[in-house]
């Protein structure tokens, strides 16, 4: 046998093996024949009634995709219909009773899963069900409708088709079914879903106790609380996200002596609280009117209604008010919303009128109100049941002095079931706890951006060794992180302490650690930069104090990072290739550190959106792994050592907003497809070797011809970049979030040739040019008075000639020419403005030996004949110019040697929810 016989022979052999065990596997698992005819009897319960046998297989004709397997337990072979996976039989009669096949439902991201197809109309043979829920399936089939047929299914109790992608309207062959007792058809997701005009056969449903119509449309059903109440029975009604028009209806007498539960929420409700219908219900436990448009004060009656367990009126306009005197007999009140909803208040008098009786409260939210108030030390001293307490957004602040504090342990004292805390955005509301006081509770989340915390860091919260959300952003901590905190604090997933001045270094642990976003920016950290946590989403450690290069393996293990905030500090070195798999990296901002050498080929980058890399000693060729990404929005990548050409793809990344690449050492031309960006609002290529002639399809730029234009962040958070910055050479000004309102072209300092394009003159939100330092020649553009936005014009250091157009004295917002070193000759346009400009900036026309008239001291005849000196002078500057970074050498009137450094501070996105 040769050497490569006996592999071959074992090859094989496993080739049968792997043939045989899949034909055997093929022939022992039952596999659901779906969407296949009936061929064999399959269902046969104990007592047959002839009619279930013919059900199963066309119930499962309807059936084209069971991705869960739902039906795997329905097979021909076994004859007992009654112990399939979702069926409920009658002990006494066999008869099938019950179907209950649901899919799953996660979260809003992932959507659902469940049986596709459509429900059969072969369900009418299962005449004895009472009990249908189908719900989270796609079986809304062709139609697309809720089949009228069910409406003759006359035992049917309880039907439930939730979650099925239903649209059109609601059958009212419903309305026959008189034994239904639970009638569930919401859905899942506000699509262009179901409507519903009339609700009137919904009254004939006379034994109804749970009805849900959730997020159908019921925008015409104006009649729909006198159908609601003529059914006595209801206990749970659902209505909300129907876009009903009011609840503000006169039913002649209150029928719903049994309702329990109430959602009305987010409907379009905008009438006063008091004209409500339901006020007189004393039963009820559970109302939540959230998210409608409700306004003026609470009804006396709420003061009756006691077993109210849960109000919900957060996010209404607001109630005014809230007499205190309306809450002192909500004695089964376990959770109390109101976020949102007053526009002013006492928390005192709010508080002190709860605790009378609700000493039941388990979850509190006052968030977002204009609340103030200073807070008695017992204020919560009825409270020990409290879970939750949610005071964010108010005005809490005392006339207490600072040391004693708005809040104390003694506040705390009696909470010993506190879970969840947020006193955020009460600024300035001092919390001064005893450090080594020990809390009877155990925060999971806690939440005090903006309240006075520090100087110390709060030891007290070390108790909390559940914690898995602390914000403690911008709370005046100057302080070391203490030894313990990532020990104890291990479960953190969500930690934001950015904006204070703490000090300390990363653990080299942190792999190991469940932080998913991790905000630490604008502090005192120091040391070494360790391996990421594991399920790192999001990461800023900007402005602090980190060194030395980053872990070889950086990266590897953050698959999940999205925005990657590592400016201002002194990392260096090269970035490594593990950089590389963080492929679902949409922001990176490398800016202002000592990185150095060229970036890695991340071609697997495709959904980079913002790249900063300024201010660094990066090297080599243009970004290639860039060319992948079809989000680009945002590059920086000035002051670097980048070199070589600048890509023609570049014109491919449509999205571009920004392109900043000055003082690099590119050279070559600047590619025609530049053009093609239609979004661009800044250009900056200064201070690099570029050649060639400026393109001259500057017009399609739109984006800076457009005063339309609406600029939209497309990362995930957009508000990380809120505080980008641009420094011009005299005055750092800070956009923030309208920095895209700059439009600004910079090729100045490069080595280009030919006349400035006439198409420029079309630009006209263009605010800053500069094209100094090149070697242009021609005239300038003379339509340039059309650049009606221009704030700053430099043309300097050209070897431009002719006359100065008239045109550029309309430009009214000019505040800054210059248009020295050239070649221009004739008289100086006249114009106040121009004129204004000049005594601020005598040198603007100097070294143009043609000039003539005011406000030069100058006549036409000596303004005809140029000084050959001067001009060879400024030739040679030229030359040797566009290499240097001159920025502050030149006095004053070099315009729009702008670059933009951007300072990424954290801002809150991640609430509790
Ligand atoms: C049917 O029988 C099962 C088992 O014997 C029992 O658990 C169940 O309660 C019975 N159901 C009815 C409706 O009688
Ligand atoms: C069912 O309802 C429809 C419409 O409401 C009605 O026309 C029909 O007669 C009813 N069918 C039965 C059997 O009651
Ligand atoms: C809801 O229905 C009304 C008319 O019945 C219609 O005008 C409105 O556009 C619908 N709303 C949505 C979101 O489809
Ligand atoms: C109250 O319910 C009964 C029974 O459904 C009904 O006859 C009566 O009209 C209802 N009253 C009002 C005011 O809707
Ligand atoms: C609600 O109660 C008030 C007094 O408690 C009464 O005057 C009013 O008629 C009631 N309204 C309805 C619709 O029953
Ligand atoms: C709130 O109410 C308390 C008690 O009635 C009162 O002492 C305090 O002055 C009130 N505070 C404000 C800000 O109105
Ligand atoms: C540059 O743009 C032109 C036309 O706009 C296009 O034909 C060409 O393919 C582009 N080149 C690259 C490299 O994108």
């Not at 309880?158 to 919401?186: E, R």
Request: charged share 15%.
């Amino acid at each position: 046998m040769n050497p490569t016989g006996k592999p071959l022979l074992l090859l094989l052999g496993l080739l049968l093996l792997a043939i045989t065990t899949l034909s055997q596997a093929i022939h022992t698992t039952p596999i659901p024949k779906l969407g296949f005819a009936a061929t064999a009897v399959a269902c046969v319960p104990r007592e047959r009634t002839g009619r279930e046998i013919v059900f199963s297989p066309a119930f499962k004709r309807g059936i084209t995709s069971d991705h869960l397997g739902l039906l795997t337990s329905w097979r021909q072979d076994d004859h007992d219909c009654c112990r399939w996976r979702g069926i409920t039989c009658s002990n006494l009669t066999g008869h099938v009773l019950k179907l209950h096949l649901s899919g799953i439902y996660t979260n809003e991201h992932t959507g659902m899963e469940g049986l596709v197809g459509q429900i059969s109309p072969q369900l009418l043979y299962l005449d004895h069900l009472e009990h249908l829920d189908l719900s989270i399936n796609y079986l809304e089939g062709p139609s697309g409708q809720i089949p009228e047929f069910i409406g003759s299914m006359k035992s049917l109790r309880y039907l439930k088709l939730s979650g099925i992608p239903f649209s059109g309207t609601v059958p009212p062959q419903l309305g026959n079914l008189s034994k239904l007792q639970h009638l569930d058809l919401s859905d899942l997701e506000g699509k262009e879903g179901m409507h519903l005009a009339d609700m009137s056969w919904v009254s004939r449903l006379g034994s109804l106790r749970y009805l849900d119509l959730s997020f159908i449309n019921l925008s015409a059903a104006s009649d729909w609380a006198h159908a609601v109440n003529m059914i006595p029975s209801i206990r749970v009604l659902r209505l909300s996200l129907c876009q009903l028009q009011g609840a503000n209806h006169s039913l002649a007498h209150y029928n719903l002596t049994k309702l329990e539960k109430l959602d009305l929420s987010s409907n379009y409700f905008d009438h006063p609280y008091a004209s409500c219908w339901f006020w007189n219900s004393t039963i009820l436990k559970y109302l939540d009117i959230s998210s409608n448009n409700l306004y003026d004060q609470l009804p006396n009656a709420i003061g009756h209604m006691a077993s109210l367990r849960v109000i919900n009126f957060s996010d209404n306009a607001h109630m005014g008010i809230v007499e205190p005197e309306l809450m002192t007999n909500l004695c089964s009140l376990e959770n109390l919303n109101l976020q949102g909803s007053l526009s002013y208040g006492n928390m005192t008098e709010l508080l002190d009128s709860l605790s009378n009786c609700s000493n039941k409260l388990s979850e509190l939210n006052l968030a977002d109100n204009n609340i103030s108030g200073t807070l008695p030390p017992g204020i919560f001293q009825q409270f020990a049941d409290l879970v939750t307490l949610d005071a964010s957004n108010n005005q809490l602040t005392g006339p207490l002095p600072v040391e004693i504090g708005d809040i104390t342990e003694e506040h705390f004292a009696n909470l010993r079931s506190l879970k969840y805390i947020d006193l955020s955005s009460n600024d300035p509301l001092n919390i001064v706890v005893d450090p080594t006081w020990i809390a009877p509770f155990r925060l999971e989340r806690a939440s005090f951006p903006a309240c006075m915390m520090g100087p110390q860091f709060p030891t007290w919260l070390q108790w909390s060794v559940d914690i898995w959300l602390l914000e403690i952003s911008n709370t005046g901590i100057k302080d070391k992180l203490p030894d313990w905190f990532w020990t104890t604090f291990s479960k953190l997933e969500e930690l934001d302490m950015s904006n204070n001045q703490i000090s300390g270094v990363l653990p080299t642990n942190m792999e190991t650690m469940a932080l998913s976003y991790l905000y630490l920016g604008s502090n005192q950290i120091s040391g070494q930069l360790p391996p990421l946590p594991r399920k790192n989403v999001k990461l800023d450690v900007s402005n602090n104090s980190l060194s030395g290069s980053l872990p070889s393996n950086f990266g590897a293990q953050n698959q999940q990072m999205v925005t990657l905030i590592l400016s201002f500090n002194n990392l260096s070195g090269h970035i490594p290739e593990s950089f590389c798999r963080m492929e679902q990296l949409a922001a990176l901002d490398l800016a202002n550190n000592l990185f150095e050498g060229e970036l890695p080929q991340c071609f697997g980058m495709t959904g980079m959106a913002i790249v900063l890399l300024q201010n660094n000693r990066f090297s080599g060729s243009f970004p290639v792994f860039l060319e992948r990404s079809t989000k680009l929005q945002l590059v920086d990548l000035s002051r670097n050592n980048f070199s070589g050409k600048l890509p023609t793809w570049i014109g491919d990344k449509k999205e571009l907003v920004l392109l900043l690449l000055s003082h690099n050492v590119f050279s070559g031309i600047i590619p025609i497809n530049i053009t093609n960006l239609s979004n661009l609002r800044q250009l900056n290529l200064a201070g690099n070797s570029l050649s060639g002639n400026i393109p001259w399809r500057l017009s399609n730029l739109e984006a800076m011809k457009e005063d339309n234009y609406s600029f939209n962040l497309d990362i995930p958070d957009d508000s990380s970049y809120n505080n980008l910055s641009v420094f011009t050479k005299r005055t750092e000004l800070f956009y923030g979030p309208n920095i895209f309102s700059a439009v600004n072209i910079d090729l100045s300092s490069n080595y280009l040739v030919g006349q400035i394009p006439e198409e420029i003159a079309s630009l006209a939100l263009l605010k800053n040019l500069n094209l100094s330092r090149n070697y242009l020649s021609g005239k300038i553009p003379q339509k340039i008075g059309s650049l009606w936005s221009l704030e700053s014009l430099d043309l300097s250091r050209n070897k431009l000639s002719g006359e100065i157009p008239p045109s550029l004295s309309n430009l009214s917002y000019l505040s800054d020419l210059d248009l020295s070193h050239n070649n221009l000759s004739g008289r100086i346009p006249s114009g106040s403005q121009l004129d204004t400009l000049y005594f601020e900036h005598p040198d603007m026309y100097s070294s143009n030996d043609g000039l003539f008239g005011f406000p030069l001291q100058r006549n036409y005849s000596e303004g005809i004949a140029p000084k050959q000196g001067y001009h060879d002078h400024s030739k040679t500057q030229q030359v040797a110019e566009p290499m240097f970074f001159y920025l502050g050498l030149v006095s004053g009137f070099v315009v729009g040697l702008w670059v933009v450094f951007c300072t990424i501070l954290f801002k809150k996105t991640w609430r509790i929810a």
